[in-house]
C-alpha cells in the first residue's frame, strides 16, 4: 500500500493484510516518495503473484500552486486541474513499472479509477461531500489486462464492480454475496456495448463524511438521471444523453417519466440501500 495522505491509517484496521505500508504523517505530502517507493516494489523479482494499491492525494482539496507538469493558471478549478495533471504524471510511472515488468514476462492486471470527482458551484455544491450531481461521481475506470483490447466501453457501471472484476481477472472466486458485477463480459465485448443481461440502472447517494442519513439520492437508468436532495426537497429529473451537464430539469416538463423514475428510487429505497425521506 503506497499513499502519500495520512488519511487512511485514521482508520483502525485500514491496513490489515499489507505486507508492506508507505503513506505520510500530512493530510496531503508529496507523491514523490511515494511513487519511487511504489514502482521499485512493483519491479522487484518474485515468483508469487502480488497486489499494489497506490492512492494519490493530489487532487483533492487543499489545492497547491504548481508549475510542474503545467500551470493552467491561478483560480481554484484552475489549480484543481494542475493538481489533475501532476496526479497523471505520477501516475504514470507507475504504469511505466508495470510496463516494464510485463516486458519481462509477468502477466500484469492494471485498473486506474478515482474515488469522487469534484464541484464548482455547477449545482450550487462545491467539491464533493453533499452532491450527486455528474461533476462529482461521474469519475474514470480504465482497465488493462491480457486479452483485452483498447477502446472504450458502454455499460453502466460502478466503482463496486471493481470487487468482482479484479477477482475475476485473478481467477478467483467472490467471498461474500454482492451487488458487484464482474466487467470480464463488457471488456471482452468486440463492440463495446453490454452483455445482454446486464444492468438498466445504478443507485448512488453522498452522506457527509459517510456519517447519518443520505443527503441526496440518485437513480441512473440511462439516458434518465432522477435525483432528490433531502437538505432542499428538491426532485431533479435530466436527459443526460442531450444534457450531459445536467442544466435542464425535466423533472415538471415530463411528469410521468418522473413518477416513473421516483417510484424506482423508491423502490431501491424500500429494498435496504437507506429510509425514507
Do not use: C
Not at 497547491?64 to 503545467?70: D, I, L, N, R
Not at 513499472?97 to 509477468?106: I, P, S, Y
Not at 449545482?123 to 486479452?147: C, K, M, N, Q, T
Request: charge should be negative; glycine fraction near 8%; hydrophobic fraction near 40%.
Amino acid at each position: 500500500a503506497f499513499t502519500n495522505t495520512s488519511y487512511f491509517s485514521g482508520t483502525p484496521g485500514f491496513y490489515q493484510g499489507f505486507e508492506v505500508v508507505q503513506d505520510e504523517a500530512l493530510f496531503k505530502d508529496d507523491a514523490a516518495p511515494i511513487v519511487q517507493g511504489a514502482a521499485e516494489w512493483i519491479e522487484r523479482p518474485r515468483d508469487q503473484p502480488f497486489f499494489a494499491w497506490v492512492h494519490l492525494i493530489d487532487a483533492h482539496a487543499p489545492y497547491g500552486e504548481h508549475a510542474w507538469p503545467q500551470n493552467f493558471g491561478r483560480s481554484e478549478s484552475d489549480r484543481y486541474d494542475a493538481e489533475l495533471a501532476r496526479a497523471d504524471a505520477f501516475a504514470a510511472r507507475v504504469l511505466d513499472a508495470a510496463d516494464r515488468l510485463e516486458r519481462r514476462g509477468t502477466r500484469v492486471l492494471v485498473v486506474v479509477f478515482s474515488d469522487h470527482g469534484e464541484g464548482f458551484d455547477e449545482h450550487g455544491s462545491r467539491y464533493h461531500f453533499y452532491d450527486v450531481h455528474e461533476e462529482s461521481i461521474r469519475v474514470p475506470l480504465l482497465v488493462r489486462a491480457p486479452g483485452i483490447a483498447p477502446g472504450e466501453r458502454h455499460a453502466l457501471t460502478a466503482l463496486f464492480d471493481l470487487y468482482a472484476t479484479v477477482l475475476n481477472l485473478a481467477g478467483r472466486p467472490m467471498y461474500a454475496e454482492s451487488p458487484s458485477r464482474s466487467l470480464v463480459p463488457v471488456l471482452l465485448s468486440r463492440h463495446g456495448g453490454a452483455p445482454p443481461d446486464w444492468r438498466e440502472e445504478v443507485y448512488a447517494d453522498v452522506a457527509e463524511y459517510g456519517g447519518g442519513a443520505p443527503t441526496s439520492r440518485a437513480l441512473i437508468a440511462p439516458p434518465w438521471k432522477i435525483a432528490f436532495d433531502a437538505s432542499r426537497s428538491v426532485w431533479e429529473m435530466y436527459n443526460l444523453a442531450l444534457d450531459p451537464g445536467e442544466q435542464r430539469n425535466l423533472y415538471d416538463e415530463d411528469p410521468a417519466r418522473a413518477r416513473e423514475l421516483r417510484a424506482r428510487l423508491l423502490d431501491d429505497l424500500s429494498r435496504g440501500r437507506t429510509t425514507g425521506f
